[in-house]
């Protein structure tokens, strides 16, 4: 089946460093990504959609210049968090749309834990 | 906008009892699917089992299965025979089918299910 690679499982990072998550789709290409954010025991808030070759869309209280997101190519998107602080200490996961699995449910990354200090 | 509403923020059942969670949303759509994803303590989002809302039929995956209410706008998860490894948080997602301006998921805030042994 379909798999996204994401990577780090986890990240310690110091306050006022840039941190990149990165998320691959192995075995199909990713038309879209989505990036989640997601406090303990909460659901899964949209922070933006990317799709290949273009700009992503933000999510309304989303800052743009923090949270950057790059989908350079069918298979691959980032998320930088930059000047991160530990208010920006989160699990951070992906899910990618197959184009050719369009009713089928998103594949998900297996998250990114991240701990500003 | 759809909103998705799961009323149970916790659940417990007996192993190998039958537990049923709850879910409704609000859409002025037509078609559209319905999703219940699993997020165990790995936190690795799977997906049980999805609805297209244009199928009558109630779609059913072993031992999960949903009782969709299309006029209700209701969509039910029953988990059979419940196993130790069921015990996780339970989301409920709503998704545009294709060619839809909106490919996002809206996720309901999730129930968690604890199973005893």
């Known amino acids: 089946g379909a798999v996204v690679s994401q990577h780090p499982s986890w990240v310690i990072c110091k306050s006022g460093t840039s941190v990149k998550i990165e998320c691959r789709s192995l075995?199909?290409?990713?038309?879209?990504m989505f990036w989640y954010r997601q406090f303990p025991k909460q659901s899964l808030m949209l922070m933006a959609t990317s799709n290949e070759g273009s700009k992503a869309t933000y999510e309304q209280g989303v800052e743009k210049d923090k949270f950057l997101i790059n989908h350079a190519s069918l298979t691959l998107s980032t998320l930088t968090v930059t000047s991160a602080h530990p208010e920006d200490s989160s699990f951070y996961i992906c899910s990618a749309r197959d184009r050719r699995r369009s009713g089928d449910g998103y594949t998900f990354g297996s998250g990114t834990r991240l701990t500003v200090v | 906008a759809q909103t998705v509403t799961q009323s149970q923020p916790e659940m417990s059942v007996q192993e190998a009892e039958t537990v049923t969670l709850s879910c409704t949303y609000d859409?002025?759509?037509?078609?559209?699917?319905l999703f219940w994803y699993k997020q165990p303590p790995s936190r690795q989002m799977i997906l049980v089992i999805r609805?297209?809302?244009?199928?009558?039929q109630n779609a059913t995956e072993n031992r999960f299965s949903v009782n969709f209410q299309k006029a209700a706008k209701s969509f039910s998860l029953k988990i059979s025979d419940s196993q130790l490894g069921d015990a996780a948080m339970y989301f409920c997602a709503y998704r545009t089918p294709p060619g839809g301006s909106n490919y996002k998921l809206t996720f309901g805030k999730g129930t968690l299910l604890t199973v005893n042994p």
């Open positions: 859409t002025s759509e037509s078609d559209y699917y």
């Open positions: 075995d199909f290409q990713a038309t879209t």
């Open positions: 609805q297209e809302a244009y199928k009558q």
